[in-house]
Structure formats: C-alpha cells, structure tokens
C-alpha cells in the first residue's frame, strides 16, 4: 500500500463550479500535512497548509481528518487557471511524502 | 529575497556515466532536500541535508549521495547512472524556525540514454 494515494483523475470541472477531491495516509505519526500545485513540467509549489481545524484561503478550502487518516481539497469558483495537477502531501517526519496527484482540468 | 535555484535546467548523459546537480537554498532556509520526479508520479524523497550533515535519507541506493556547503547550498551527486534514474529532480528548502514547509526550485531534468 502507498503511504499516500490519490485518485489521479482528471476531474474535468466546469468553469465555476465546485470539485473537491481526497487523499489517504497510511502513517498515523503523520505531523504536517500541505496541498501543493504542480502546473505542467514545473516545480510544485505550495497551495496552502492543512490544521486540525480545517483551513481556507480564499476559494481553497482543506480539512485534515485524523481518525480516518485523510485531507481534502475543496475548490470553489473553479477559474480556467485552477487547471493543474494538485499533490497531497505529508511530512511524518523530515521527508515530505507525495500522492501521486491529482489532476484537474477546467473547461469553459 | 532569491528563491531556490538549481543547475543545470537540462542535462543528457548515458548509461554509466556520474553527473552533479546543484542547488542554491533560499534565503535564511539552512535545510534542504532532494526529491527524484519519474513522469506521472509525485516526487520521491531522496535525502535531507540540514547543517552540513545528512539528516534523513529515502529508499535510494548509495550511489546517491549529497553534499550541503556552510552557505546551505547542495550537491547531489548519482553515480553509475542508469536508464531509469531519468526523472526531473527537485531540491527543497525549509524555513525552518519551527516551519517544516518546503520550497521547489525548477528541477534539473536529467536524462539517461
């Protein structure tokens, strides 16, 4: 089993509309848990942190459950530029592990 | 403030031969780690250099190793190079400070014929 698994999509998602997605982790001492974007042959780049409590930033909402040992990732308003390969990622501890990620596509 | 930079952007070497990529951490960020991308999959964890000294190390063999200078800069070092070690590689820095998030540079894409 991978320590970390995504559903590798693509979610093809309507221009503003709402797709969220999931990731599962295997390792319960998991600490840090982070959602990062990677655009095509490009460097991920962090899209936001993940807390106990569930976060948001603007359109981006993350919620972290312990007990079932998942994060998901919740877009609102999809925009065209949303458009990319979205990696769920746990830090447990030192080393970042990555899901495969996700992709999604948003269409006009 | 500079953000992580990698060298070379693009590298093409053959089956055998050992190659050196390059990493700049960002500003004030003293750890850094090495992360191998095959096409279509996440990163892969190769090693973390904090302070000069291997501090955590991934399910790659001894032929990759690294290097972490005073200035925080990196070295990975792949020797005996092999048709599967093609990939983009990665380097990360960390904040530190109590921060465990980590920064990308571009990658070096390395290409083994």
């Known amino acids: 089993r991978k320590e970390v698994e995504q559903d590798p999509g693509p979610f093809n998602v309507p221009e503003g509309a709402t797709v969220a997605f999931n990731c599962t982790y295997s390792?319960?001492?998991?600490?840090?848990f982070f959602w990062y974007r990677q655009d095509c042959r490009k460097e991920p780049k962090l899209l936001m942190s993940?807390?106990?409590s569930g976060n948001e930033d603007g359109r981006f909402t993350a919620q972290l459950n312990r007990a079932s040992q998942y994060i998901s990732l919740l877009i609102r308003d999809s925009k065209l530029s949303d458009s990319a390969t979205y990696l769920c990622?746990?830090?447990?501890?030192?080393?970042?592990?990555f899901g495969g990620g996700t992709r999604v596509l948003v269409k006009p | 403030e500079t953000g992580v930079t990698q060298s070379p952007t693009h590298l093409i070497k053959t089956r055998g031969q050992q190659v050196t990529l390059r990493c700049s951490s960002q500003?004030?960020?003293?750890?850094v780690s090495w992360y191998q991308q095959a096409l279509g999959q996440g990163p892969q964890f190769i090693f973390q250099?904090?302070?000069?000294?291997?501090?955590g190390r991934g399910n790659f063999p001894p032929r990759f190793s690294g290097l972490q200078f005073p200035n925080y800069s990196s070295e990975l070092n792949v020797n005996a190079l092999e048709l599967d070690d093609s990939a983009l590689y990665l380097c990360?820095?960390?904040?530190?400070?109590?921060?465990?998030?980590?920064?990308f540079g571009p990658g070096t894409r390395l290409t083994v014929l």
């Open positions: 990360a820095s960390t904040p530190g400070q109590g921060r465990n998030e980590q920064f």
């Open positions: 390792n319960s001492a998991s600490q840090s």
């Open positions: 993940v807390y106990s």
């Open positions: 990622v746990v830090n447990a501890p030192i080393k970042l592990t």
């Open positions: 500003s004030g960020h003293n750890t």
């Open positions: 250099y904090y302070r000069e000294e291997e501090n």
